[in-house]
């Protein structure tokens, strides 16, 4: 359905469709559809790129001429913007969360390595810092930068998912059982829980909490679907009972492992070929591998990539 009453204004930055494959081997009796937005390109980019083809498109229409955003030291949407605005021809301003700066003597890894290669300019802030995260961008956005709130996920950015909704009913001969994602910054979940509405259609959809708890994400879709639903009223109101966010598996916290979780990685990448990353889908995977039952016969799951986290 590319035709979407008021969709806004969007670039053309991933590559979509992005396909729907069938993982079986992974248990001798078990089947899961995988949604393989890990390979929306934009240099593996994952969900985030769904998000920033709307988000980028408005910063070029207000005529920015920079881009500003936020998050942990290895942020995949960090790096996903700094790629996109790259290609853009836009200039990029990242701040970036730690309580422990690399010297500048000391290679960078994982996502923060690519961060400098597309030339990021790259601002670390401590935790203290970050939670006055919004008037640290504004500050320093001026009038030619344009900005994205953390993990790209506000109204605007909650259209990649409600889009990705479309394109999924047109790949699947059945709806799924479930449909279960990771949940850091709570914006793909908001989106697919508008596009499951807008469609009808009665699936449940689980967050995996990676940080944070069911409270917070559940106050966090509610308002971005109660700001989508203000700025496009064509879009329907969602009720917040119907989704499920899934407590248990963040582990250590955000972005640090356990030997369970990494085994459990390990343990899918050996059995499918399907490689999961520590800090979102390795942890969101793992309700899947230990309670499978609560996800119905035919569950989907949503890669929404990070590779690079298993490389910092």
């Known amino acids: 359905m590319d035709n979407i009453d008021e969709e806004p204004a969007r670039l053309s930055l991933a590559r979509l469709p992005t396909p729907l494959d069938q993982v079986h081997r992974i248990c001798d009796d078990w089947t899961v559809l995988i949604k393989r937005d890990d390979l929306t390109g934009t240099a593996l980019c994952g969900n985030k790129v769904r998000k920033l083809e709307y988000l ?27 790629v996109a605005a790259a290609q853009l ?90 449909i279960i ?15 499951l509405e807008r469609l009808n259609l009665d699936i449940p959809l689980h967050g995996v909490a990676v940080c944070d708890d069911a409270v917070f994400f559940k106050s966090v879709v509610a308002r971005i679907s109660a700001e989508a639903t203000a700025r496009w009223p064509s879009l329907p109101r969602i009720c917040i009972d119907k989704l499920t966010v899934v407590e248990g598996y963040k582990g250590r916290g955000y972005a640090l492992s356990t030997k369970a979780e990494m085994s459990d990685i390990e343990r899918v990448a050996r059995k499918s070929g399907l490689i999961l990353d520590p800090v979102y889908t390795g942890k969101a995977f793992r309700p899947l591998l230990h309670e499978p039952e609560r996800f119905g016969p035919r569950p989907l799951f949503i890669h929404t990539g990070g590779i690079f986290g298993l490389l910092a």
Not at 89 to 108: E, K, M, S, W
Not at 150 to 155: D, F, I, R
Not at 181 to 195: D, E, K, P
């Open 181 to 195: 994602c990771a949940t850091g910054s709570g914006g793909t979940l908001a989106g697919l829980a508008i596009g």
């Open 56 to 82: 980028l498109a408005e910063a070029q229409s207000l005529g920015a001429r920079r881009v500003l955003t936020c998050g942990g030291i290895q942020s995949n949407h960090c790096r996903a913007t700094a």
């Open 89 to 178: 021809g836009l200039g990029c301003v990242l701040f970036l969360r730690t309580q422990t700066p690399p010297a500048p003597d000391v290679p960078a890894t994982g996502n923060l390595k690519l961060d400098r290669l597309v030339g990021a300019e790259i601002r670390f802030v401590t935790s203290e810092e970050y939670q006055n995260r919004q008037a640290l961008m504004a500050d320093a956005a001026g009038t030619e930068g344009y900005v994205i709130p953390e993990g790209g996920s506000n109204a605007l950015g909650s259209w990649g998912y409600i889009r990705a909704v479309d394109e999924m009913a047109t790949q699947w001969d059945e709806p799924p059982s479930a």
